[in-house]
Each structure stands twice: as C-alpha cells, then as structure tokens.
C-alpha cells in the first residue's frame, strides 16, 4: 500500500502480530471518504485512533471489501485493522480519548493593557499580580497537580498584557522550574501578548527559557485595525506585523491567534499567508457579539461571513500546503489532532489564577473566582462547582450525541454555548458553522498528507 499515511501517530493503534486469524473484521462505522487527488482518497474514521489516511485504490479497495466481514488475510488489512479503520465484529467499537496529563493554569500577571480591542472580556485597571501572590499560585497549582496524579504542569502568562509585568514572569519562571523538578513534574510555559511592545531582552529571555510566544493577529490592516486598537482609537497592526517579524529574526518563532468575527472574515485569507510565508503556527478562533439579542437572520448572516472567510483561508492553505499539520487549530474549539470529548479542560484540568490569587474556570469568567490559591486542593473545589455552566461529555449534548464529528469537535465551547442557550448539555451555536466547514478540513488535510506525510504503510 505505497502513498498511503495517517494523520497521526496513535498511541491506541494495536500490534500488527496481535490479531487471531478466525476474528472477524469490517469497516469501521461512520467512515466518511473524501476526494483528494486522482486515486487518492482520504478516509476518516471518526472513532479514531487515528482519525484520517489518505488511502491510494489498492488500499482502499482493500477498505471497501470488508463491508463484508472476514478474517484480516494480507498485511494491508493488518495495517488498516492495527490504524483502527477495520474493526473485530466482536468489540464494541469506543472512542480512543486521551486523558490529559498537564494540568494547564493561566497566570493573570497584569490586569493592565496598552491596547483597547473591541471583543475583550477584561476589565482594565492597573493593578497587577504582586511577587508574594505570584509564588503562591505556583505553590497552588504544583500542590494541585501532585495531588491530582498530573505528570506536567503549563503556565499560561496572560493579561491584560502580560509582557507588562515581565520582571514577575522572569521570577514566576524561575520559582516555578524549580518547584516542577522537586516534585517530579515536567513544565511548559507561553506567553498571550498582543506583541505591541516586546523588548529585545524579552526575546531574548523566552528563547533562552524555553517559553513558547503566542500573539494575536487578527488580519494585516482594516481587519486587525477594526477590532485591536490602541486607547486613542488606533490600530495596531502595523506595529504587531513588525513586532512578529522581530521575534523570528530573534529566533522566536511567534505562534498566531487569529480571533475571527463579522469585522475581519474577509481580511483572515491574507494573515493566514503572513503565518504561511514565515512558517508559523496559527489557529483560528471565531467570536461571536451580540448573541444574546441577535436575530436567527443575523446568526445566519454571520454563520455566512465566518464560513466564507475561513474558506477563503483554506483556499490559501490549499496553495501553500505546510508541513506542519494545521488539523487541530482551523475551526475553533475543534482539534482533530485525536479524539476527545471535551473542547477544553475548564472544569476538570484548568484553573484561572487572577491578579489578586482568585481561582475561576475560565478566562472568560475571571471576575467570577470560586476559590483562591490557600485553597488546599483548588483543582478539586473547580471540580466540584455547581453552578454556571458545566463542561460535560459530548455525549451528554443533545444534538451531538449522534453527530459523526462528536469526538474531534466535542460539542464547542461550553460556556458560549451556557451564555447563549441558558443550558451546557446541548450543541454548540456555531453548529452550521462547524458542520459547513468540517469536510474541507479533511479534504485540506488530506491533501497535505499526499505532499508531506513521511510514515507511507508498507
Ligand atoms: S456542535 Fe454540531 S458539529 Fe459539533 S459535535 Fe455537536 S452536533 Fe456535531
Ligand atoms: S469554557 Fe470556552 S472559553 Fe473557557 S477555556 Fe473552555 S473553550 Fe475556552
């Protein structure tokens, strides 16, 4: 089976000696196929492991032919059997969902920010995170992730604008390696900035420790201009294009946020070849105003404008298809980089430190804190919240239950979804949206895999 290749390395994939010779097998349910190019076609298999391959006739003629269950006779119905997409008739087929490991925690270092973007949910003062505060959110997460079984912890140095308190997160950085390696964690870090006003020697500090960038860019002109302005109504983008062009002749490879609404769909084609050209990461996030009084028209109106936009981003990653796979950054919350259940880990592996030690679930709920860093175990109080929204299982939304795409999409962000239909246990508002634009992103996928994929089955 030449030119045939997996989007990714599946750690539940089964040992091809491992299979009984009378077992009966069979196409897995739900594969949905897609045309890539001539005789290449892309499978996706949604109970994964590995969710898409790109199958060349041979091998998909050996796909097709168990409709019809039989025994696993060559090594190709071997290879498709150990990748997930032929199944044993004597196994319920289940989801191969990851359990997370890392205990992620966002550190509002500032609460202050020299830019005055439209859709931003904090509330803006000067007050900032001191050292005393910063320590003991350290010693609150390490004490929550030895407690709670986590093997790593990452800091998320956010605001406001984090790259404002640097001297804490240069302290923050310091305490916290040295906590991790004492209690047998790994750690990882990254910096949210709206990469406006990195100095050379904060460059410098983040390649030396390790730190992973990510800065929001939400178009090169009108579009990023509309919405990340500066207090006196100016944009930024200028000054954010420059600002990433530093960082990588510094050698720091900024990843982007590409936050995209009803003001820049139409301007997120080019930023994606801005991120393309200089072989940068990216992901696409869409935000949605005004839901709570929006009509159905203008919910559709603008479902329209996000489908378009991020088609017409496509049609670019089409041209210039990476190396790097993109498949679990393109449509929002989805990732289809393995299954999983939940969009997010709010609820379960997250916490939200804010300025003054505040603990909330969610960035996006950070003036609602529900327990503090003294807290013993403040995992387990987030864990155990009652009230708001919850971030249940897509297999407790209604509306997802049955969905083909329930374990790559996961159901969309619980909170939106709470804040917009009073309820977290049904399907995301953006819906359409994920559903218009999910084949093309296998479709894109499969097409990257043809041109880049190194693993070919034998
Ligand atoms: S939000 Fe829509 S696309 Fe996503 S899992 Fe639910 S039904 Fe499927
Ligand atoms: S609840 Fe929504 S906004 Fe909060 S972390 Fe999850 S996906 Fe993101």
Known sequence: MDDCACAATASGTASLASFAASELWRTGREQRHFHVADNQVAVFNPLGPVGLAVLNRPALDVLTAYRLPQPLASAASRQLAGLGFLQSVDVLPLPALAQSKTLTAWLHVTNACNLRCTYCYVNKT?????????????????????????????LKYAGGEA??????????????????????????????????????????FIRGAGMRLMISLDGLDAGHDAQRVFRNGH?????????????????????????????????????????????LLFNLNFYRENDYSASHEELA???????????????????????????????????????????????????????????????????????????????????????????????????????????????????????????????????????????????????RLLKWAQTPLQ
């Open 126 to 154: 000067d007050e900032t995170m001191d050292e005393t505060t910063g320590l003991a959110a350290v010693d609150a997460i390490v004490r929550s992730a030895t407690q709670n079984g986590f093997k790593a912890i990452k």
């Open 163 to 204: 790259t404002l308190n640097f001297r804490l997160i240069r302290l923050l950085h310091d305490y916290a390696k040295d906590q991790t390696a004492a209690h047998g964690l790994n750690l990882h870090e990254v910096i949210l900035s709206n990469g406006v006003g990195m100095s050379t020697a904060m460059l410098d």
């Open 235 to 279: 944009g930024s983008a200028r000054l954010v294009t420059r600002g990433i062009d530093r960082a990588i002749a510094q050698g720091v490879k900024p990843h982007l946020s590409i936050t995209v609404t009803r003001h820049n769909a139409e301007g997120i084609a080019a930023v994606v070849a801005f991120a393309l050209e200089r072989e």
């Open 301 to 447: 109106a603008e479902d329209a404008r996000l489908i378009a936009g991020v088609r017409s981003a496509f049609r670019v990653i089409e041209k210039h298809l990476p190396r790097q796979s993109l498949i679990a950054a393109l449509v929002d919350r989805s990732s289809f980089a393995g299954p999983h259940d939940r969009p997010c880990g709010a609820g379960h592996n997250y916490l939200v430190v804010d300025h003054d030690g505040g603990i909330a679930r969610c960035q996006m709920e950070i003036e609602r804190t529900v327990t503090d860093i003294m807290a013993a175990d403040p995992l387990e109080v987030i864990r155990l919240q009652p009230a708001g929204f919850q971030n249940v299982s897509v297999e407790e939304k209604e509306g997802c239950r049955e969905c083909q795409w329930r374990y790559w999409c996961a159901g969309g962000c619980p909170l939106l979804t709470y804040r917009v239909t009073g309820r977290s246990d049904v399907k995301s508002p953006y819906c359409n949206v994920y559903q218009a634009l999910f084949p093309e992103l296998l479709r894109l996928e499969g097409l």
